[in-house]
Antibody
Framework: QVQLQQSGAELAKPGSSVKISCKASGYTFTSYYISWIKQTTGQGLEYIGYINTGSGGTNYNEKFKGKATLTVDKSSSTAFMQLSSLTPDDSAVYYC????????WGQGTLVTVSS | DIQMTQSPSVLSASVGDRVTLNCKASQNINKYLNWYQQKLGEAPKLLIYNTNNLQTGIPSRFSGSGSGTDYTLTISSLQPEDVATYFCFQHNSWPLTFGSGTKLEIK
């Protein structure tokens, strides 16, 4: 069965970076793009962007350009999202989701930015 | 960006009721509209994709309809396990956008 397993919660200081992983299983990794989504209580769900898992090509929501960097390791069927120059506004649950019909989501990774 | 407006923001209904949730896009999204259910502490779960296609394993009491800018999720007979927040999501135009959700409660 299709599964997306995300890395664990992160506690980070303002100004630092974190890198979240999303390991896929149960399907051919390079057949589907991976998308990333941010969820906060205040802003709701926001679409960050996607990565072409075959070519590594990316497309970012303008709002997240410079904040998020998406990469992929085909050898381990894992997608990554690095968030840089963290501020408290980056505190959120981040999800990866498989493109197609966006049916499959990871369990979410909580990122807390606090000094 | 396409704005997705969901109504109502909170809906309280009784078990067995027919429930209708609405989602209005700020422009035509050509039926590229998904509905998700999210329970507390869980990831969103796909219920309906592309307006009216029931995702595998989802009970048939859930259905979707709509076109253009106006879309609806209907629960034909509300069950206690349907308590959740429901989100719509358009994947027609960049950037993809979500509605702000309808919180469904049991009376």
């Amino acid at each position: 069965q299709v599964q997306l397993q995300q890395s664990g919660a992160e506690l980070a200081k303002p100004g630092s970076s974190v890198k979240i992983s999303c390991k896929a299983s149960g399907y051919t990794f390079t057949s589907y793009y991976i998308s990333w989504i941010k969820q906060t209580t205040g802003q709701g769900l926001e679409y960050i962007g996607y990565i072409n898992t075959g070519s590594g090509g990316t497309n970012y929501n303008e709002k997240f350009k410079g904040k998020a960097t998406l990469t992929v390791d085909k050898s381990s069927s894992t997608a990554f999202m690095q968030l840089s120059s963290l501020t408290p506004d980056d505190s959120a649950v981040y999800y990866c989701a498989r493109a197609g019909w966006f049916a499959y989501w990871g369990q979410g990774t909580l990122v807390t930015v606090s000094s | 960006d396409i704005q997705m407006t969901q109504s109502p923001s909170v809906l309280s209904a009784s078990v067995g009721d027919r429930v209708t949730l609405n989602c209005k896009a700020s422009q035509n999204i050509n039926k590229y509209l998904n509905w998700y259910q999210q329970k507390l502490g869980e990831a969103p779960k796909l219920l309906i994709y592309n307006t009216n296609n029931l995702q595998t394993g989802i009970p048939s009491r859930f259905s979707g309809s709509g076109s253009g800018t106006d879309y609806t999720l209907t629960i034909s007979s509300l069950q206690p396990e349907d308590v959740a927040t429901y989100f719509c999501f358009q994947h027609n135009s960049w950037p993809l956008t979500f509605g702000s959700g309808t919180k469904l409660e049991i009376k």
